[in-house]
Each structure stands twice: as structure tokens, then as C-alpha cells.
């Protein structure tokens, strides 16, 4: 069992499985958005009494934030106990376009030479994490929800806003992948 | 008890984010450049199963463990917030290659400096908090 789900997912198992997630919640009768997180632990953190928006009973919202634990506890299982140790399959085109940026290819999970601490105290580093970070706060609750609420979520529930907001998605990652990236890794 | 089954299907989904590869910075590089069929392969294998299952929900009024008609969330019917909202997201989406989920996956998997990402997340969803009644809908 642990040896089969080691190997290397492919896309149309991936897919299903992230949808069997969807199924469980909403069996449960909850619905799927991660992001709505973000507003429960600044709920909790007792901001509702300084900003309206996060007034709210964060304690309904527990199951959620529960589910975000098991997502911290999930990630350590699976890179502890069920790693393929075969480097990730990027495409060759990828490969050339990040070198290019000086990034280059180590086959993990994401590159070692900007996911980490001392890169961090970089200009770069600030602006990919600690502004990668807020763009992601500020935009999926400004969105009402991000790629599980409204990609998964909303598209398979044929919601014309969701389709919207993942068009925006798309914007919003050209944008910085064709023009900001060129800028910023030069 | 309940607590315990969320916390499950957390894990779950912990799981299937990173054997999915969807956790990956140079996946979402290379779904941005469009050079690999493999991000679109799961974002719509995984949409294709959801109709599947929500039409099957609909279809026999099938309730959930509590014995309650399953309800679906409704987006209003505004659109600048979903577009404005959602590039600004897709920005940070292109810069951490993480979205909300994926960044407590990868500190889970001990990509410590996702502790960056969530201080950033918060300030900015602390921010949207406050202007948000001065922001388009």
C-alpha cells in the first residue's frame, strides 16, 4: 500500500482524488475553500472587534481550520513516508526558461536555491514570499475564494463568478510570470 | 469524533497536494508557460469529477451524514471582485507557486520559510479587512 501511493501520481489520479476531497466535505455539509482560513485565524486572533469583516463566530468555522491542521500533518506524511525519490518529470522547455533566470532545476518539489532562509534576506526573496504572501490574502478574499473554492468548487458547481475569478487567476499569473519575472530575475 | 474526521481529511488533502506535484513551484512555472498538459490534467480531470458528483447530489437529493440536504455555495453575482480579487491572487499564486492550501502543506512538509508566506497572507487578508468597503465589488 505505502509502496503504491509512493509512486509518482499521474494527472488523472491527482485530479479525481482532489475531487474525493470535495466529496467528503460536502457529505459532511461543509463546502471546500481553504482560503476562507485566512479570515477564521484573524477572526480568532480577536480582530473582529477592531475590523467588522472578521466579526463573525470563528468557532463554526473550527471544522475548517481543523481540516487546515490535518493539511500541515498530511504534508509531513507524505514527504517523510511516501517520497517517489525520482526527480519531479518537469518539462525540458521549463527547465531552459528557469535557467535562464537563474533558477536552475534541482528535481524537488520546488527549487532549493530560493526556498530558503538566507534567501529570504534578499530583495527577491522578500518580494516572492513576503509579497507572494500578501498578494494571496489580499486577493483571494477580495476573490471570495481561491483555487479550491472556486476553481474546484465553484466551477463543478457551473458558477459563472467562479469561472471569472479563475480567469482572473490567470491574469494575475502571466502577468507576473511574462512580466514581472523578467524584471525581478534579470 | 468529528473533530478527529476533519482533521482526516485534512491529511488526505495533504497528501494528495503534494503526491499530486500541485504543491510545486516549478509546476505552476510551468503551468503559466504552458509547457506540460500536466497542471491542466488535474485542474480538469478534477473539475470533470466534481460536475459528475455535484449532478449525482442533485440528481437523487442525496443528503449528507447528518441526514441534511446537501447544500452548494452560492457566489453573488458581482464581477470586479472575482476579476480584481482573482489577479491579484494569481499573482501571488505565480510567486510562491503556492495557493491558501498548498502553503500549510509545504510546512508540513518543512519548507519552514512558508511561515513568510502565511505572515504575508495574513497582513494582507488583515488589510482587505479593512478597505474593503472602499474596494469595487
Not at chain 1, 494571496?136 to 467562479?162: D, E, K, M, N, V
Request: hydrophobic residues 50%; positive net charge.
Amino acid at each position: 500500500m505505502i509502496k503504491f501511493l509512493s509512486q509518482s501520481w499521474a494527472w488523472y489520479v491527482s485530479g479525481p482524488a482532489i475531487a474525493l476531497i470535495l466529496a467528503i466535505l460536502l457529505f459532511s455539509g461543509k463546502t471546500f475553500g481553504f482560503s476562507a482560513n485566512l479570515s477564521n485565524i484573524c477572526s480568532m486572533m480577536g480582530l473582529g472587534k477592531q475590523i467588522d469583516y472578521f466579526k463573525f463566530d470563528w468557532k463554526k468555522q473550527q471544522w475548517n481550520l481543523l481540516f487546515l491542521a490535518g493539511s500541515v500533518i498530511g504534508g509531513y506524511i507524505a514527504a517523510h513516508y511516501l517520497q517517489s525519490n525520482q526527480p519531479l518529470s518537469l518539462s525540458v522547455a521549463t527547465i531552459e526558461d528557469l535557467k535562464k533566470m537563474n533558477i536552475p532545476f534541482d528535481g524537488n518539489m520546488e527549487p532549493g536555491s530560493i526556498f530558503n532562509w538566507s534567501y529570504l534576506l534578499t530583495w527577491r526573496g522578500l518580494l516572492l514570499f513576503l509579497g507572494g504572501g500578501f498578494l494571496i490574502g489580499f486577493g483571494t478574499r477580495y476573490a471570495g475564494g481561491c483555487t479550491s473554492g472556486h476553481a474546484i468548487t465553484g466551477l463543478s458547481t457551473l458558477q459563472l463568478p467562479s469561472l471569472i475569478a479563475v480567469i482572473g487567476f490567470f491574469i494575475g499569473g502571466l502577468f507576473a510570470t511574462f512580466i514581472l519575472f523578467p524584471v525581478i530575475f534579470k | 469524533m468529528k473533530a478527529i474526521k476533519y482533521i482526516l481529511t485534512g491529511i488526505l488533502f495533504g497528501i494528495i497536494m503534494t503526491k499530486s506535484e500541485a504543491v510545486s513551484w516549478y509546476r505552476i512555472q510551468e503551468m503559466f508557460r504552458f509547457q506540460s498538459i500536466f497542471m491542466y490534467g488535474i485542474l480538469s480531470t478534477a473539475v470533470i469529477s466534481g460536475i459528475i458528483l455535484v449532478a449525482v447530489i442533485k440528481r437523487f437529493h442525496l443528503k449528507d451524514t447528518d441526514g441534511q440536504p446537501i447544500q452548494f455555495p452560492v457566489k453573488d453575482k458581482r464581477w470586479k471582485k472575482y476579476l480584481i480579487g482573482g489577479s491579484i491572487f494569481g499573482m501571488g499564486w505565480a510567486f510562491t507557486g503556492a495557493c491558501p492550501g498548498p502553503i500549510f502543506v509545504l510546512l508540513g512538509q518543512g519548507y519552514t520559510i512558508m511561515l513568510m508566506v502565511i505572515a504575508g497572507a495574513l497582513a494582507g487578508t488583515m488589510l482587505y479587512g479593512v478597505l474593503r468597503n472602499r474596494l469595487p465589488q
